[in-house]
């Protein structure tokens, strides 16, 4: 039941402002199982949750935009998927903390981003998005930053974030079987996930044009604060 309701709160963030799934789902998890075990399991449902979505916002779908930093994030996922492997558990959820803190700050206080026009800041970004994906199935906050800074439009925006993730979460997740990662456990935890997460796209998406965006993500963000602080 406990595993259900996190999905069904990560898929409805996700669905009605184009990312936080991992973000709210890890540090939750984090509390009910191992982080060897939610990382797989992350990746596992996001693919579905991505695909539903970039389906939704495909005509704004380019994949110029998302090509780079797909194709580098594919050669630093290895090494995130071995350093969670092979860290003390509690410095992985203490270094999880420290990104979420990092990220909810930098988008609370919203600073002003450089106009990166030069498509080579994508190999910086895509390598972190990858590390990142790899180790907490959390490759957003990188990409996100870029977008910022390539000034995507908003329908533009949410389809290639769900275009990089699909790319990116199919190789976490092979990348984690290829391991070992993906148990037993995964899949028998992934199967009360999935009515929760289904039911969290369908609320998502019918209020995704009722809510003030401006104030949902704000509410978003801080409670992204609180669950990083959680897991120093």
């Known amino acids: 039941m406990t595993i259900a309701l996190i999905f069904l709160l990560a ?28 990382t797989p ?42 350093l969670l ?16 803190c990092a990220y909810a ?7 002003a981003l450089p106009n990166l026009v030069h498509s080579a800041w994508a190999y910086g970004f895509g390598f972190l998005a990858g590390l990142l ?25 949410k389809s290639n974030l769900q275009g990089f993730f699909l790319v990116n979460g199919s190789f976490v997740f092979l990348a984690h079987a290829l391991s070992g990662n993906v148990t037993a456990q995964v899949w028998q935890a992934a199967a009360p996930a999935l009515p929760g ?4 796209l369908l609320l998502g998406f019918m209020v995704s044009r009722r809510l003030d965006a401006r104030h949902f993500r704000r509410a978003v963000l ?3 604060l609180a669950l990083g602080m959680s897991l120093f």
Do not use: H, K, N
Request: proline share 6%; aromatic share 10%.
């Open 133 to 157: 994906g790899g180790a907490y199935s959390i490759s957003g906050p990188p990409v996100i930053v870029y977008g910022s800074c390539r000034r995507w439009e908003p329908a533009q925006f």
């Open 105 to 111: 700050i930098y988008a609370l206080l919203r600073p």
């Open 41 to 82: 399991l992350v990746a596992l449902l996001a693919l579905a949750v991505e695909g539903v979505i970039l389906l939704r916002y495909r005509r704004a779908f380019q994949w110029s935009d998302i090509r780079s930093l797909s194709l580098v994030s594919l050669t630093s996922i290895p090494l995130g998927v071995f």
């Open 85 to 100: 492997r092979y860290l003390p558990g509690d410095v992985v959820a203490t270094i999880l903390g420290v990104i979420l």
């Open 197 to 200: 997460m289904a039911l969290g």
């Open 222 to 224: 801080l409670l992204l």
């Open 11 to 38: 898929a409805f963030v996700q669905s009605s402002v184009g990312f936080g799934f991992a973000l709210v789902s890890m540090p939750l998890l984090a509390r009910v199982l191992a982080l060897q075990t939610a």
